[in-house]
């Protein structure tokens, strides 16, 4: 329950995810973004500003290789049904206010 996406043909960046639970829904690790950099071949992590606090259940990317959208996630208690828009070169998050029903 991640996503990720490739950024200009280098970076690869990862979001979200989950821990190994017995329950029934997913325990959020934590809301840093991981990138690699294929080039230098080096793991960093990576804080974008409002990025929510949630696994991901679809994601997408953006109009521009600088933008991933994640639709819904869980942070291991409630679901979200918001749609975020992560934008890497600003470094910032942005609720869209767009809500679906699960």
């Known amino acids: 329950m ?3 996406t490739v950024i200009d043909d280098r970076y690869i960046y990862v979001y979200g995810g989950t821990q190994s639970s017995a329950s029934e829904r997913p325990t959020l690790t934590t809301n840093i973004f991981e990138r690699y950099d294929s080039s230098a071949n080096i793991w960093s992590n ?17 109009a521009t290789s600088s ?9 291991g208690s409630i679901l979200n049904e918001s749609l975020y828009k992560i934008d890497f070169k600003q470094g910032k998050a942005v609720n869209l206010g767009v809500e679906y029903e699960f």
Do not use: Q
């Open 67 to 75: 933008e991933l959208f994640i639709l819904g996630g869980s942070d």
């Open 2 to 4: 991640f996503a990720s």
């Open 46 to 62: 990576i804080v974008i500003e409002g990025a929510p606090n949630l696994s991901a259940f679809g994601w997408s990317e953006g």
